[in-house]
């Protein structure tokens, strides 16, 4: 990593009126959370067909499936802890340098690491909340899963007897309206919008970038390795995220001339 992009990265925070980062599994990954999609993760292990919205909602052998995957799945989540990467955007929202955080994950972390919910949209929802489908009562994760841990096959709300389902978008479900309206808005008014840790290739949230450099957005791409975005974005920095984004705070104050 060169400190020239990083710098100008840091420049273009410090002008911005309305920066928005957008996160994906990249920010996560120094957390030790898996992404979905590279091979050998904790995923590869389950057949994504059992985690469909169709499955889920159709029958209760497909959630107890469901939980029992997740019974393996969610303690990564439980379990991981915020890193540099998480650090730095809270710390950017913390000097006034940050609109929002757009976030594919679902793992709570830019929260736990200090950035407010109304400045955190999670466009695929999060995994550490439950809720019934039928009454809307609110349950945390944890708490489903100690029914599960007490024998509880297929967690029912106890108020009303209604299907439990965590707050995530299932294979096959539809985005979250109010989140991904609130999305699109805000990439929309963005003037700087930096993509974190997304290969962009999950649809439609890799289409925000698009939407954003539409509306006359800078368009800063942060990110290992290439993506379909490179080529439209005005800058693209080659780094890990922990590393990148820990790096650019150190410029986010305009050289003063003597
Ligand atoms: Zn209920």
Redesign the pocket.
């Known amino acids: 990593m060169t400190d020239e992009p990083i710098a100008r990265l840091g420049a273009l925070f410090a002008s911005a009126r309305r920066p928005v980062v957008f996160t994906g599994a990249g920010v996560s990954t120094e957390s030790g959370i898996p992404d979905f999609r590279s091979p050998g993760g904790v995923w590869d292990r389950y057949d994504p067909g059992a985690l469909t919205w169709q499955r889920f909602i159709g029958s209760a052998e497909g959630r107890r499936r469901y939980w029992e995957i997740g019974r393996q799945v969610y303690p990564v989540i439980r379990d991981a802890k915020p890193n540099a990467a998480h650090v730095a955007i809270a710390t950017l929202w913390t000097l006034g340098r940050l609109d929002c955080c757009i976030t594919q994950n679902v793992d709570n972390l830019h929260q736990r690491a200090g950035l407010p919910d109304d400045a955190v949209i999670e466009v695929h929802g999060n995994a550490t909340r439950a809720r019934?489908l039928?009454?809307?009562?609110a349950f945390s994760r944890d708490e489903v899963h100690a029914w599960l841990d007490d024998g509880v096959p297929v967690p029912e709300?106890p108020?009303?007897?209604?299907v439990v389902k965590p707050h995530t978008i299932l294979f096959g479900e539809a985005m979250p309206r109010a989140a991904w309206s609130e999305a699109e808005a805000r990439a929309r008014a963005a003037d700087l919008f930096v993509v974190v840790g997304s290969s962009l290739v999950v649809y439609p949230a890799a289409y925000l970038p698009a939407h954003a450099k539409a509306a006359g957005a800078t368009l800063v791409i942060v990110n290992m390795t290439s993506t379909s975005f490179d080529h439209t974005a005005d800058v693209v920095v080659r780094a890990r995220a922990g590393e990148a984004l820990p790096a650019l705070l150190d410029h986010l104050t305009p050289a003063r001339t003597p």
């Open positions: 019934c039928a009454c809307g009562a709300c108020a009303c007897g209604g």
